[in-house]
C-alpha cells in the first residue's frame, strides 16, 4: 500500500493530477494507508476542485453541508455542487 501511496502522491503533487488529487484526499478523510487527517483531506480536495474534478467539488459541497471539518455553509454547498 505504501508504494501504490507513493505512486499516487506523486502523481498529485508534482504532476498535480486533480484525479490523483482526489484519491490521496479519500484516503486521507477515511484513513486508508494512512493516519486519518480531515484537514489533509481537504487540502487535496481542494487542490481538485480547483481543477473542476467533479468527486472533489462533490465532496467539498458534502463537507460543507454536514460540517465535516468545516463549518456547515449551504451556499458553499450549493456552489461546490
Same mark, same amino acid.
Given at each position: &500500500? $505504501? =508504494?501504490? %501511496?507513493?505512486?499516487? %502522491? /506523486?502523481? !498529485?503533487?508534482? /504532476?498535480? =493530477?486533480? #484525479? *490523483?488529487?482526489? #484519491?490521496? $484526499?479519500? &484516503?486521507? +478523510?477515511?484513513? #486508508?494507508?494512512?493516519?486519518?487527517? #480531515? !484537514?489533509? *483531506?481537504?487540502? %487535496? %480536495?481542494?487542490?481538485? !476542485?480547483?481543477?473542476? /474534478?467533479?468527486? $472533489? @467539488?462533490?465532496?467539498?459541497?458534502? &463537507?460543507?453541508?454536514?460540517?465535516?471539518? @468545516?463549518?456547515?455553509?449551504? !451556499?458553499?454547498?450549493?456552489?461546490? +455542487?
Amino acid at each position: &500500500m $505504501a =508504494d501504490a %501511496f507513493g505512486k499516487i %502522491f /506523486e502523481k !498529485a503533487t508534482k /504532476e498535480k =493530477d486533480p #484525479i *490523483s488529487q482526489t #484519491i490521496i $484526499a479519500n &484516503m486521507y +478523510y477515511m484513513g #486508508i494507508g494512512v493516519e486519518q487527517n #480531515i !484537514a489533509k *483531506s481537504i487540502e %487535496f %480536495f481542494t487542490l481538485a !476542485a480547483n481543477q473542476n /474534478e467533479p468527486r $472533489a @467539488l462533490c465532496e467539498l459541497g458534502n &463537507m460543507h453541508r454536514w460540517g465535516v471539518g @468545516l463549518n456547515k455553509d449551504y !451556499a458553499k454547498t450549493v456552489e461546490y +455542487y
